[in-house]
């Protein structure tokens, strides 16, 4: 088969011919080794393209990075540059300097850094080479008829704007440069409409908007919007939506519209900030206290902090919208570094729901249900309003028990309780939620026969199963992560919801933000307590926000809607802040204690993970790489300004038969710590020879 034109010929690798020119180049690969790695080519090639090479006795795609007058080690080893891949222009100079700054900042090889972050056939040897690759993914893509999305969403008239969404509109249009802007506004009070105007202005400027959201299934919602106020005014399909949910080809098809301009705006998740958008001229970050921004594996970046980064580089505004943000975003804007914009009153002149505390402690609850939850649920059912009862505990019990013994059911490879689960046709499963180990629930107790297995606690699928039970003339719906894995099933969910075709929602966080509930007039929270006295010092924030975030849905279109919130502790000042609505309150008392005990944002940390079969091994590397420091004063000129805890634990140990244990690193000064790091992680490939123990860091981690 000829290779396209767009592609060089391959070239096998071979002795070098002296009378040939060569090109030095050095390629960032995507292997978990420090520095870039020479090649040579006989033709010019450009930074940012991409290239095959050869690596150990397996083929690799990387990106070139730099071009060299003579290579780093003798040239007669510099191997030949397989195959250039000139189907793509090379990756534009903005792209590179992001994902310089990403391997830079969190301390990882830049290879790392560039091709995860690419569709994965653009970095793909077999989507190049071989019988079926046919000239590569672009080639293959660009050849396929393409057709604009059918959509039967009608264009939609602009709102009338309140006061403080016009002023918010017309600060962030009138931005020149960079600046970044904090969109605090309450639930429902119109937060979307100032990002449509914001977008509608950068576009009418032949710019391109970048959206983020923090989760797939708040795309759908987002895009009826985007096409109905946007992409119809401009008389074209100029939305590209990218989400981890995308099919390979999907995601490689929408990348391409926007690398190359066709479409003028990116709605995405966290993954979209490393899209290359040629004319990017706004970055609008939805929910940006959300944690769904921080990736928790690989390259464990925020794509928010990156979005600012980037806009900052760019020289272009960013706006961090929430009603619910971030402390650290928070306290940039009380210092003047972020520009704060207020939306103080609901849109659509709709009022806050009243926020009520029930007292537990010394009610008789039926399957975590309070008498005035109950009865609550009652009256609006009467009046034929939408009921919300929110538990973020998904199954249907966290555990299975024997009272005769006291056996439990633990998962046999974690530290960590298997959950209950009903499954269609009447089978119940014990599965675990940290490595995914599944069982048929034992018919006796393992340990000493008993028969009577009772189920301890309730998650979602037990309350639902208790409300059918309760209100068996209700339409009820579950909306979790078990009752949304098959592909469209969310959206299908919430559009029976927004269609008033369900009268009570039970389900987890996926219901508690950003979606618009025209007839909800009652939201009922079931223990909440449970993330009060966790060992990380964040989760009063975390609770604070998700508490006030699903409160929002109610009464979003109606008067006189309510919020039940259980708990054994109503003193808490989380919930008293809750019942008044109180952000600012909330935020200036959680701030004043991280004043006084020196955390984020009054400092900075990072996260040395380290696992292994058995926790010693784990521990003794965490322990070496401690106490190396102390060992060697003389590499680290910062180092009295940091502070390296002792190794631990994590609270569970034991994921998938690896035991795990962490050391923080604290610094007050963000240039010292990673002015240490970056000395410190030179040294651990000397630290880690043994090949039992994998380790990771994580900077500004999100959970402790």
Same mark, same amino acid.
């Given at each position: 088969?000829?290779?396209?034109?767009?592609?060089?010929?391959?070239?096998?690798?071979?002795?070098?011919?002296?009378?040939?020119?060569?090109?030095?180049?050095?390629?960032?690969?995507?292997?978990?080794?420090?520095?870039?790695?020479?090649?040579?080519?006989?033709?010019?090639?450009?930074?940012?393209?991409?290239?095959?090479?050869?690596?150990?006795?397996?083929?690799?795609?990387?990106?070139?990075?730099?071009?060299?007058?003579?290579?780093?080690?003798?040239?007669?080893?510099?191997?030949?540059?397989?195959?250039?891949?000139?189907?793509?222009?090379?990756?534009?100079?903005?792209?590179?300097?992001?994902?310089?700054?990403?391997?830079?900042?969190?301390?990882?090889?830049?290879?790392?850094?560039?091709?995860?972050?690419?569709?994965?056939?653009?970095?793909?040897?077999?989507?190049?080479?071989?019988?079926?690759?046919?000239?590569?993914?672009?080639?293959?893509?660009?050849?396929?008829?393409?057709?604009?999305?059918?959509?039967?969403?009608?264009?939609?008239?602009?709102?009338?704007?309140?006061?403080?969404?016009?002023?918010?509109?017309?600060?962030?249009?009138?931005?020149?440069?960079?600046?970044?802007?904090?969109?605090?506004?309450?639930?429902?009070?119109?937060?979307?409409?100032?990002?449509?105007?914001?977008?509608?202005?950068?576009?009418?400027?032949?710019?391109?908007?970048?959206?983020?959201?923090?989760?797939?299934?708040?795309?759908?919602?987002?895009?009826?919007?985007?096409?109905?106020?946007?992409?119809?005014?401009?008389?074209?399909?100029?939305?590209?939506?990218?989400?981890?949910?995308?099919?390979?080809?999907?995601?490689?098809?929408?990348?391409?519209?926007?690398?190359?301009?066709?479409?003028?705006?990116?709605?995405?998740?966290?993954?979209?900030?490393?899209?290359?958008?040629?004319?990017?001229?706004?970055?609008?970050?939805?929910?940006?206290?959300?944690?769904?921004?921080?990736?928790?594996?690989?390259?464990?970046?925020?794509?928010?902090?990156?979005?600012?980064?980037?806009?900052?580089?760019?020289?272009?505004?960013?706006?961090?919208?929430?009603?619910?943000?971030?402390?650290?975003?928070?306290?940039?804007?009380?210092?003047?570094?972020?520009?704060?914009?207020?939306?103080?009153?609901?849109?659509?002149?709709?009022?806050?729901?009243?926020?009520?505390?029930?007292?537990?402690?010394?009610?008789?609850?039926?399957?975590?249900?309070?008498?005035?939850?109950?009865?609550?649920?009652?009256?609006?059912?009467?009046?034929?309003?939408?009921?919300? !009862?929110?538990?973020?505990? &998904? $199954?249907?019990?966290?555990? %299975? @028990? =024997?009272?005769? #013994? /006291?056996?439990? *059911? +633990?998962?046999?490879?974690?530290?960590?309780?298997? !959950?209950?689960?009903?499954? &269609? $046709?009447?089978?119940?499963? %014990? @599965? =675990?939620?940290? #490595? /995914?180990?599944? *069982? +048929?629930?034992?018919?006796?107790?393992?340990?000493?026969?008993?028969?009577?297995? &009772?189920?301890?606690?309730?998650?979602?699928?037990?309350?639902?199963?208790?409300?059918?039970?309760?209100?068996?003339?209700?339409?009820?719906?579950?909306?979790?992560?078990?009752?949304?894995?098959?592909?469209?099933?969310?959206?299908?969910?919430?559009?029976?919801?927004?269609?008033?075709?369900?009268?009570?929602?039970?389900?987890?966080?996926?219901?508690?933000?950003?979606?618009?509930?025209?007839?909800?007039?009652?939201?009922?929270?079931?223990?909440?307590?449970?993330?009060?006295?966790?060992?990380?010092?964040?989760?009063?924030?975390?609770?604070?926000?998700?508490?006030?975030?699903?409160?929002?849905?109610?009464?979003?279109?109606?008067?006189?809607?309510?919020?039940?919130?259980?708990?054994?502790?109503?003193?808490?000042?989380?919930?008293?802040?809750?019942?008044?609505?109180?952000?600012?309150?909330?935020?200036?008392?959680?701030?004043?204690?991280?004043?006084?005990?020196?955390?984020?944002?009054?400092?900075?940390?990072?996260?040395?993970?380290?696992?292994?079969?058995?926790?010693?091994?784990?521990?003794?590397?965490?322990?070496?790489?401690?106490?190396?420091?102390?060992?060697?004063?003389?590499?680290?000129?910062?180092?009295?300004?940091?502070?390296?805890?002792?190794?631990?634990?994590?609270?569970?140990?034991?994921?998938?038969?690896?035991?795990?244990?962490?050391?923080?690193?604290?610094?007050?000064?963000?240039?010292?710590?990673?002015?240490?790091?970056?000395?410190?992680?030179?040294?651990?490939?000397?630290?880690?020879?043994?090949?039992?123990?994998?380790?990771?860091?994580?900077?500004?981690?999100?959970?402790?």
């Amino acid at each position: 088969m000829t290779a396209p034109s767009s592609i060089l010929p391959s070239r096998e690798p071979g002795p070098h011919n002296a009378d040939a020119p060569a090109y030095w180049l050095r390629v960032a690969l995507d292997v978990p080794l420090p520095g870039l790695f020479d090649y040579r080519s006989d033709q010019d090639v450009a930074v940012g393209t991409r290239v095959i090479v050869p690596f150990g006795r397996r083929k690799m795609v990387g990106v070139v990075v730099q071009l060299e007058d003579q290579p780093t080690i003798d040239a007669h080893l510099v191997k030949p540059v397989e195959q250039i891949l000139s189907d793509l222009p090379p990756m534009p100079d903005d792209w590179m300097r992001l994902a310089r700054f990403a391997a830079q900042y969190y301390q990882r090889p830049l290879g790392e850094v560039m091709l995860p972050c690419l569709p994965t056939g653009l970095r793909k040897v077999s989507a190049y080479q071989g019988k079926r690759s046919g000239g590569g993914p672009v080639v293959r893509s660009d050849a396929r008829k393409q057709s604009a999305p059918a959509s039967d969403v009608t264009p939609a008239a602009a709102p009338q704007l309140n006061a403080d969404q016009e002023k918010a509109v017309n600060e962030i249009c009138g931005i020149q440069g960079f600046k970044a802007v904090l969109l605090h506004g309450i639930t429902g009070s119109g937060k979307t409409e100032v990002y449509l105007r914001a977008a509608q202005h950068a576009l009418a400027q032949g710019r391109q908007v970048l959206f983020m959201v923090p989760e797939i299934n708040l795309t759908p919602q987002l895009e009826r919007s985007l096409r109905a106020r946007l992409t119809a005014v401009a008389g074209g399909d100029i939305l590209a939506v990218m989400h981890s949910g995308l099919a390979d080809g999907e995601r490689l098809r929408a990348w391409l519209r926007v690398q190359r301009g066709q479409a003028r705006i990116l709605l995405g998740t966290r993954l979209a900030i490393f899209t290359p958008l040629p004319d990017l001229g706004l970055i609008i970050v939805d929910e940006e206290h959300d944690a769904s921004y921080k990736q928790q594996d690989g390259l464990r970046y925020s794509a928010r902090d990156l979005a600012v980064w980037r806009a900052h580089d760019l020289g272009i505004p960013v706006v961090l919208g929430s009603a619910t943000p971030s402390l650290e975003s928070w306290h940039h804007a009380q210092t003047g570094q972020y520009l704060l914009l207020s939306l103080t009153h609901r849109a659509r002149d709709a009022e806050l729901p009243a926020v009520r505390l029930v007292d537990t402690r010394r009610l008789a609850l039926e399957q975590g249900l309070s008498p005035h939850l109950v009865t609550a649920m009652q009256e609006r059912l009467q009046d034929k309003q939408q009921c919300l !009862v929110f538990l973020n505990r &998904r $199954g249907y019990a966290p555990v %299975l @028990s =024997c009272a005769s #013994c /006291g056996w439990v *059911s +633990q998962c046999t490879r974690c530290t960590a309780y298997t !959950v209950l689960h009903r499954a &269609r $046709g009447g089978r119940n499963l %014990l @599965s =675990c939620h940290h #490595c /995914g180990y599944r *069982s +048929q629930v034992p018919r006796a107790c393992p340990d000493c026969g008993d028969q009577d297995l &009772r189920p301890m606690g309730r998650g979602t699928q037990r309350v639902e199963e208790h409300l059918a039970e309760l209100f068996p003339d209700a339409r009820i719906a579950r909306i979790d992560a078990d009752s949304t894995r098959l592909k469209g099933s969310a959206e299908a969910l919430f559009a029976k919801v927004h269609a008033g075709e369900v009268d009570i929602l039970v389900g987890t966080q996926m219901v508690a933000k950003g979606h618009d509930f025209s007839n909800l007039g009652l939201v009922g929270v079931l223990n909440a307590d449970s993330m009060l006295f966790s060992q990380d010092f964040r989760a009063p924030e975390r609770l604070f926000a998700q508490l006030m975030q699903v409160a929002g849905r109610a009464g979003r279109h109606l008067k006189g809607a309510e919020v039940i919130i259980q708990t054994d502790y109503p003193e808490q000042p989380v919930y008293q802040a809750l019942t008044r609505h109180d952000y600012k309150g909330f935020a200036e008392y959680a701030l004043t204690e991280r004043r006084a005990v020196g955390l984020p944002p009054f400092a900075h940390q990072a996260l040395l993970t380290a696992e292994a079969r058995e926790l010693r091994l784990a521990m003794d590397f965490l322990s070496a790489a401690r106490d190396f420091v102390g060992q060697h004063p003389d590499r680290f000129p910062a180092a009295d300004l940091i502070t390296l805890y002792d190794p631990v634990p994590l609270r569970v140990v034991r994921v998938a038969n690896i035991e795990r244990a962490q050391l923080l690193v604290e610094s007050s000064s963000r240039p010292a710590l990673q002015a240490f790091l970056s000395v410190w992680m030179q040294a651990m490939p000397q630290l880690a020879v043994d090949t039992r123990v994998r380790w990771q860091l994580e900077v500004d981690p999100l959970e402790i």
